[in-house]
């Protein structure tokens, strides 16, 4: 079965250093997401694609994180500069368009800034 | 604001016993809900969602919409069962994202 790769799995990083995290969604999906989970927390929504375009970015920290996904297949979210704060995991989920929410995540990258 | 809330962080039952997880929702449109499961060391994936009104693995959801819930049910749980549950809600009209609740742990012991 065809699944959502990401990459890296885990990344520790320097406060106020540059990380990125990778998504190659399921082929033919042309929605893409990026969450962001906080120990003891459900996934919250960082931004949405379809396609190569940006859906809902509202809840995304435009101050230091910003999303690409310029083909509209795979998709980079890239942090600078990182905060203590920011030390989550991040998990990118793609779906079918109009597939009645159906979504499929990747196994996430654990991010811990020191 | 759209919400979901899972009351319980931990449920403890023993192999056989009845599960309930609960799960309310605030929204005053009409929501698609689902219910998310993540087993130790797998990804997050999809359990059920309620317009498909399906069972799966012996679990069953219902929509009350006039108590804005979602509980999830099983009649006998089993081992395997031990997992991370979230229930998730979707309002976006144009698109799919969905708003999780902070997830219930279910642990069956025999």
């Known amino acids: 079965e065809a699944e959502v790769a990401q990459s890296p799995r885990y990344k520790i990083t320097e406060k106020s250093q540059a990380v990125a995290f990778w998504c190659d969604p399921i082929?033919?999906?042309?929605?893409l997401y990026w969450y962001r989970q906080i120990l003891g927390q459900g996934p919250e929504l960082l931004v949405q694609?379809?396609?190569?375009?940006?859906?809902?970015d509202s809840q995304l920290p435009k101050d230091r994180f910003s999303a690409e996904r310029l083909k509209g297949v795979d998709s980079t979210l890239k942090i600078q500069p990182a905060e203590l704060g920011d030390s989550a995991m991040y998990l990118c989920?793609?779906?079918?368009?109009?597939?009645?929410?159906?979504?499929?995540f990747g196994q996430g990258t654990r991010l811990t800034v020191v | 604001a759209q919400r979901v809330t899972q009351p319980e962080k931990l449920l403890s039952v023993f192999k056989g016993a009845p599960v309930e997880l609960k799960c309310n929702y605030s929204y005053s449109g009409s929501p698609e809900l689902f219910w998310y499961v993540q087993y130790s060391r797998q990804r997050l994936q999809l359990l059920l969602r309620?317009?498909s009104r399906e069972s799966i693995k012996g679990f069953t959801a219902d929509l009350n919409k006039g108590e804005t819930s979602f509980h999830l049910k099983k009649p006998f749980a089993q081992e395997e069962d031990s997992a991370m549950y979230y229930c998730?809600?979707?309002?976006?009209?144009?698109?799919?994202?969905?708003?999780f609740g902070k997830g219930t742990t279910l642990s069956v012991s025999s």
């Open positions: 082929s033919g999906h042309a929605t």
């Open positions: 309620h317009i």
């Open positions: 694609f379809q396609d190569e375009s940006v859906v809902d």
């Open positions: 998730a809600l979707s309002i976006n009209q144009a698109g799919t994202a969905l708003i």
């Open positions: 989920a793609s779906s079918l368009r109009n597939t009645g929410r159906r979504a499929f």
